[in-house]
């Protein structure tokens, strides 16, 4: 068989596919799914609250481990209290930390009367005044309420895997009994977490979550940087998309613009499927 027969079968086979070509779609299933947790109202407490609300040298009684290495729900319960309500019991989970912070919904906002502001653990700014009531007195703790933002905690080595960096929001499906996609999630990494995304109970009975439920990464979300989206590519004007071309553009990890009518050959959409690269048609 000679290069003009080989030409012609390969043009053959391309005319055939030309018509069924579609823009390629990263594979959300490619990705790992991340376990999704609920977070309940609690709030973290400093040596200084702890001893004024539970007498002094109090400490706290761990009752059970949490997802999250060293973290722990104790069986130390707090009110939560403010002019216009009160949240009876409210969880305490350790260890003691430099901050006390009490993470609540905006459901339980409402009921206090307060305008927590959205932030991520530790960022307590503009956070809501509340009052603490303890068995053995009262803290005031000024500034400590958050509605705290979804976020996915990731190890440095589950940030590879996923193409992330931490401070970067993605987008992640959570595959439940009512599915919901959840913009805006957080990104989170340190060598001294573990994998999984927290949501508050808001956000959670929203999509009736239950124990083992998971959520899949937006593939092509998770390929942003977290300074903003990409930045606009440049058009390509090559009439066929080869395997060879497609593997240059997967090293570049950027998604593949093409005029309407480009063919991309099955090897070269098995290459960006495996890069979870995407092809937008203009």
Sequence with gaps: MNEQQINAIVASVLAQIKGKQQPLIPDPSLLPPVPVEPSARHMHLTTEALEKLFGSGAALTQTRTLTQPGEFLSGQRVHVVTAKGM??????????RRAVQ????LTDCRALGIGAPVRLSG????????VLAGPAGIYEAKGAAIVAQRHIHMTPEDALRFDVQ???????????????????????VSKNFALAMHIDI????????????????NAQCAMRNFDGPLA?????????????????LAKQG???VLRQGTIVTPSARD????????????
């Design 87 to 96: 949240l009876e019991r409210v969880a305490v989970l350790g260890p003691v």
């Design 102 to 105: 009490v993470e609540l919904s």
């Design 123 to 130: 960022d307590l700014n503009g956070a809501a005044d509340v």
């Design 166 to 188: 931490d401070g970067q929001t993605v987008t992640v499906q959570v595959k439940s009994a009512r599915p919901v996609t959840f913009e805006q999630v957080a990104v989170r």
């Design 202 to 217: 808001d956000e959670a009975n929203a999509c009736l979550l239950r124990r083992g439920d998971v959520g899949i990464l």
């Design 232 to 248: 606009p590519a440049a058009i390509m004007e090559e009439k066929v998309v080869t395997e060879a071309l497609a593997k240059n």
């Design 254 to 256: 950027s998604p593949a």
């Design 271 to 282: 290459i960006f499927s495996q890069a979870h690269i995407s092809i937008e048609f203009r």
